[in-house]
């Protein structure tokens, strides 16, 4: 479990394909704290660590996580959101985020604010998952507060903090990102799509 506040960004050094499954090598500031079998967030997605060298670390993504997430895009040199897993003791700054992206979204704007930023994202609207105005997103693994929500689309306030130390000061118009959405809002909206007709 995760809690959406990105401890630090990577740089993607190698790109190696096997079968359907992709192996990502990335650089990070923690590497020496890296343990095999470590399960840490990328924009996101939870993925294990296979392999650590000196220069960086190996993680691996199935075919699924691909085709759901926008990991497949990626290429040598990118900048990734990262975060280490929930420790029990640990202070839940966030908001409770499992690493398992719903889908994709896509930045459709991006307006200065006076010293911030308000990204706009649309989703395909699946019917499953929903936001509603002040509760909880994750945007490429960062923990954000949803303004103006519609039905396929909200807005996130980036403050500069936030700006600089996580991956958003690469999105534009156009970029496409990871999207968990609260996971409280999936299960009321699936136990009222089975019991309220």
Not at 12 to 41: M, Y
Request: net charge negative.
């Amino acid at each position: 479990m995760f809690s959406g506040i990105v401890e630090a960004t990577a740089k993607v050094l190698d790109i190696g394909r096997d079968k359907e499954n992709v192996h990502f090598t990335l650089s990070c500031p923690f590497l020496d704290e890296l343990k095999i079998d470590q399960s840490i967030a990328h924009n996101g997605v939870c993925l294990t660590v296979v392999s650590i060298s000196d220069k960086g670390y190996t993680v691996t993504a199935i075919k699924e996580t691909l085709l759901k997430s926008n990991l497949g895009s990626l290429v040598i040199g990118d900048e990734v959101n990262l975060e280490r897993s929930m420790k029990p003791d640990a202070l839940l700054d966030g908001h409770i985020v499992q690493g398992h992206v719903d889908q994709t979204a896509v930045c459709t704007a991006v307006e200065e604010a006076d010293g911030s930023w308000y990204f706009t994202f649309e989703y395909e609207d699946s019917g499953e998952n929903v936001t509603v105005e002040k509760g909880s997103v994750t945007v490429n693994g960062v923990s954000l507060t949803v303004v103006n929500s519609k039905d396929n689309s909200f807005q996130v306030a980036i403050i500069p903090y936030t700006y600089e130390y996580t991956n958003f000061h690469n999105i534009k118009s156009g970029t496409k990102v990871n999207i968990e959405f609260d996971i409280i809002g999936k299960y009321i909206t699936r136990l009222m799509k089975k019991y309220i007709k």
